[in-house]
T-cell receptor, first 114, second 115 residues
Framework: ETGVTQTPRHLVMGMTNKKSLKCEQHLGHNAMYWYKQSAKKPLELMFVYSLEERVENNSVPSRFSPECPNSSHLFLHLHTLQPEDSALYLC?????????????FGSGTRLTVV | DQQVKQNSPSLSVQEGRISILNCDYT??????FLWYKKYPAEGPTFLISISSIKDKNEDGRFTVFLNKSAKHLSLHIVPSQPGDSAVYFCAASAGSGGGADGLTFGKGTHLIIQP
């Protein structure tokens, strides 16, 4: 257990479904991140939140909608996804933004869109 | 275009020998570099990092070397142990000390330690 918990671990959803990924950290960190890892591709940064405010959105399609209700929780709401969105979605946190502070990653949610 | 490249998808090394994992980058603004290790079904875990003001950082069996002129870094593991078998990701950032820049990752190298 790394201190960052992601649920569910696996998710299969149809293209018309709406689902949400959840991330929770109790490390006292102020920054949280969503990353996507597709097969044979590098980890791709999707969203950055600092003190519950979104500070980065790397041109992610609107079918992915993040939510950060407080500094301990981060959600990724999914709707009308495409099969190519199937990937491992990783949540991470750090004491603050800026990379002199190591990220703590969760174990990820393996998403399959059918 | 990939800014962080790990050109070896996999590497096989005998137990007890040295493992050398390589990483190249193209963005000259990168000033902080990290290595992460990932086991199957787990998220990446931080291993070691280096700032661009240094050319070497050592932590136990792990040493990272940075060659800024060549835009190249490498991770040395010596001696290699079976528990080192994992996927190793190289990551870089242009925003040390602050900024919501996130990390740019390579595709990873799967290190296999053979007994």
């Amino acid at each position: 257990e790394t201190g960052v918990t992601q649920t569910p671990r696996h998710l299969v959803m149809g293209m018309t479904n709406k689902k949400s990924l959840k991330c929770e950290q109790h490390l006292g960190h102020n920054a949280m991140y969503w990353y996507k890892q597709s097969a044979k591709k590098p980890l791709e940064l999707m969203f950055v939140y600092s003190l519950e405010e979104r500070v980065e959105n790397n041109s992610v399609p609107s079918r992915f909608s993040p939510e950060c209700p407080n500094s301990s929780h981060l959600f990724l709401h999914l709707h009308t996804l495409q099969p190519e969105d199937s990937a491992l979605y990783l949540c991470a946190s750090s004491p603050r933004t800026g990379t002199n502070y190591g990220y703590t990653f969760g174990s990820g949610t393996r998403l399959t869109v059918v | 275009d990939q800014q962080v490249k790990q050109n070896s998808p996999s590497l096989s090394v005998q137990e007890g020998r040295i493992s050398i994992l390589n990483c190249d980058y193209t963005n000259s603004m990168f000033d902080y570099f990290l290595w992460y290790k990932k086991y199957p079904a787990e998220g990446p875990t931080f291993l070691i990092s280096i700032s661009s003001i240094k050319d070497k950082n050592e932590d136990g069996r792990f040493t990272v070397f940075l060659n800024k002129s060549a835009k190249h870094l490498s991770l040395h593991i010596v001696p290699s142990q079976p528990g080192d078998s994992a996927v190793y990701f190289c990551a870089a950032s242009a925003g040390s000390g602050g900024g919501a820049d996130g990390l740019t990752f390579g595709k990873g190298t799967h290190l296999i330690i053979q007994p």
